[in-house]
């Protein structure tokens, strides 16, 4: 917890000096003497490290660290929360934020300074008080983003008796709002993040099983789509043909893709408001598997073999099909390519001379009469045909080469190789 502490003390200087850097003015800069009091704004930003940091002390030395102490830290957790680049301006505009100076406010400078639609990237930004952070300032590209600008253009809406920029009755301060929001989204991330931490399995085979228990629905719908091509139910196989040909020769290829998007969406909101209205059950959604039973350590570094082994075989094969098809593609076996290539001309050719609906009833007539008696034969004869001749194509050539050191590829000093030779003399 020592080195936590510490840990997190040295990221909080370090996000305060990039705090600073990136939304500070820049030191020197001469507008810092029209805006009462900015001059003292990196102090401000300094005092508020260094009270942090001392929170922190306290906290420790009463021993009630309950959490990660870098989350305690002001500057160092908005760097990574959702939404703290706008915290990170509203403390921008209090610290350096003040009332112009009378010599200043009367130049063009303070056009447009009753106006309400005041954001962050097209005119100056102002406090609850009517201090005002100027334009030059805003160096970070922050400032331009979409979430910073609606942020604002709301901070005009004010509901509430504004006694100071700290102190506002019946309303909150712009720091306030800013903090709010981002507390609001980080919940919303440390909710998601909390999901997906309960959803990560330890362990090979509960992750099989969790893979398996996901694509179970595309499963059963490759499964049924298997039973209508091997004409297991024929009436449902006839209706199925019947379809698919009308949809093909009545031109409307074109309306299943927005069809497909209309039920998904239908379907979604459906199961939304059965949902909502508690028909579908507290159990509804959730993916149930098996626990693996317990293993020891020999067993488990098993495991983890015999996988590794699986993926190197995969990898194998992979590797060995690329290498087919790069001989294939650079003519490394001449009677191979030539025949690729013919085949290749060929469908070139029919995709252009015949209209593409009658190509794809071919297909699907192929793919429904693959299993029936009367082309079983003639699909056998054809797979193991085209099975010889790929087994026949080689693999290109691979050349490993042997490990070389990098300080040994280099070339040697002349200068020790003159002291050798004038050694030996």
Same mark, same amino acid.
């Not at 009517?130 to 979430?147: C, E, F, H």
């Not at 609001?184 to 997906?196: G, H, L, R």
């Not at 039973?227 to 139910?233: I, Q």
């Not at 075989?313 to 290539?341: A, H, W």
């Given at each position: 917890?020592?080195?936590?502490?510490?840990?997190?003390? $040295?990221?909080?200087?370090?996000?305060?000096?990039?705090?600073?850097?990136?939304?500070?003015? #820049?030191?020197?800069?001469?507008?810092l003497?029209?805006?009462?009091?900015?001059?003292?704004?990196?102090?401000?930003?300094?005092?508020?490290?260094?009270?942090?940091?001392?929170?922190?002390?306290?906290?420790?030395?009463?021993?009630?660290?309950?959490?990660?102490?870098?989350?305690?830290?002001?500057?160092?957790?908005?760097?990574?929360?959702?939404?703290?680049?706008?915290?990170?301006?509203?403390?921008?505009?209090?610290?350096? @934020?003040?009332?112009?100076?009378?010599?200043?406010?009367?130049?063009?400078?303070?056009?447009?300074?009753?106006?309400?639609? $005041?954001?962050?990237?097209?005119s100056?930004?102002?406090?609850?008080?009517?201090?005002?952070?100027?334009?030059?300032?805003?160096?970070?590209?922050?400032?331009?983003?979409?979430?910073s600008?609606?942020?604002?253009?709301?901070?005009?809406?004010?509901? @509430?008796?504004?006694?100071?920029?700290?102190?506002?009755? #019946?309303?909150? #301060?712009?720091?306030?709002?800013?903090?709010?929001?981002?507390?609001?989204?980080?919940?919303?991330?440390?909710?998601?993040?909390?999901? $997906?931490?309960?959803?990560? +399995?330890? @362990?090979?085979?509960?992750?099989?099983?969790?893979?398996?228990?996901?694509?179970?629905? +595309?499963?059963?719908?490759?499964?049924?789509?298997d039973?209508?091509?091997?004409?297991?139910?024929p009436?449902?196989?006839?209706?199925?043909?019947?379809?698919?040909?009308?949809?093909?020769? !009545?031109?409307?290829?074109?309306?299943?893709?927005?069809?497909?998007?209309?039920?998904?969406?239908?379907?979604?909101?459906?199961?939304?408001?059965?949902?909502?209205?508690?028909?579908?059950?507290?159990?509804?959604?959730?993916?149930? $598997?098996?626990?693996?039973?317990?293993s020891?350590?020999?067993?488990?570094?098993?495991?983890?073999?015999?996988?590794?082994l699986?993926?190197?075989?995969?990898?194998?094969?992979?590797?060995?099909?690329?290498?087919?098809? !790069?001989?294939?593609?650079?003519?490394?076996?001449?009677?191979?390519?030539?025949?690729?290539?013919?085949?290749?001309?060929?469908?070139?050719?029919?995709?252009?001379?015949?209209?593409? !609906?009658?190509?794809?009833?071919?297909?699907?007539?192929?793919?429904?009469?693959?299993?029936?008696?009367? !082309?079983?034969?003639?699909?056998?004869?054809?797979?193991?045909?085209?099975?010889?001749?790929?087994?026949?194509?080689?693999?290109?050539?691979?050349?490993? +080469?042997?490990?070389?050191?990098?300080?040994?590829?280099?070339?040697?000093?002349?200068?020790?190789?003159t002291?050798?030779k @004038?050694?030996?003399?």
């Open positions: 917890m020592r080195r936590d502490v510490w840990h997190a003390f $040295i990221s909080e200087v370090i996000a305060l000096h990039e705090f600073i850097r990136e939304y500070g003015p #820049a030191d020197g800069d001469e507008s003497s029209h805006v009462y009091g900015s001059h003292r704004g990196k102090m401000r930003a300094i005092t508020s490290a260094i009270n942090c940091i001392t929170r922190l002390q306290t906290l420790q030395f009463i021993k009630k660290l309950s959490e990660d102490p870098i989350k305690l830290g002001q500057f160092s957790y908005l760097r990574n929360a959702p939404h703290g680049d706008v915290v990170f301006q509203t403390l921008a505009v209090s610290f350096w @934020g003040g009332s112009l100076v009378s010599k200043f406010s009367g130049s063009d400078h303070l056009l447009g300074i009753q106006s309400d639609n $005041i954001s962050g990237s097209s100056h930004v102002f406090d609850m008080d009517g201090s005002v952070y100027l334009k030059k300032w805003m160096r970070s590209p922050s400032w331009a983003s979409s979430t600008v609606i942020f604002w253009k709301n901070v005009s809406a004010r509901s @509430g008796l504004v006694l100071s920029k700290h102190l506002v009755v #019946a309303d909150k #301060a712009l720091v306030e709002r800013a903090a709010k929001l981002c507390k609001e989204k980080s919940q919303v991330v440390e909710k998601t993040q909390a999901t $997906i931490n309960a959803a990560t +399995l330890k @362990g090979i085979p509960s992750n099989i099983d969790l893979f398996k228990e996901l694509m179970l629905p +595309l499963t059963v719908v490759a499964k049924f789509f039973d209508l091509r091997r004409w297991k139910e009436h449902l196989t006839v209706s199925f043909l019947a379809l698919a040909y009308t949809l093909i020769f !009545r031109n409307m290829l074109s309306y299943i893709f927005p069809m497909t998007l209309m039920v998904a969406a239908v379907t979604m909101l459906l199961l939304k408001g059965l949902k909502e209205q508690g028909r579908l059950g507290r159990s509804f959604g959730k993916v149930i $598997i098996h626990d693996q039973p317990s020891n350590t020999i067993q488990k570094i098993i495991a983890v073999k015999e996988a590794m699986d993926l190197e075989n995969y990898l194998q094969s992979l590797n060995v099909t690329l290498l087919k098809i !790069r001989t294939i593609v650079l003519s490394g076996q001449p009677q191979i390519t030539t025949e690729i290539g013919l085949v290749l001309l060929t469908a070139a050719i029919t995709l252009l001379l015949v209209p593409f !609906r009658y190509i794809l009833a071919f297909f699907l007539m192929d793919l429904f009469t693959r299993e029936l008696e009367f !082309r079983r034969e003639m699909v056998k004869r054809f797979r193991s045909f085209v099975k010889e001749r790929w087994d026949t194509i080689p693999a290109a050539p691979v050349v490993v +080469l042997p490990y070389e050191n990098g300080a040994e590829t280099l070339s040697p000093n002349p200068t020790k190789e002291d050798k @004038g050694s030996q003399k």
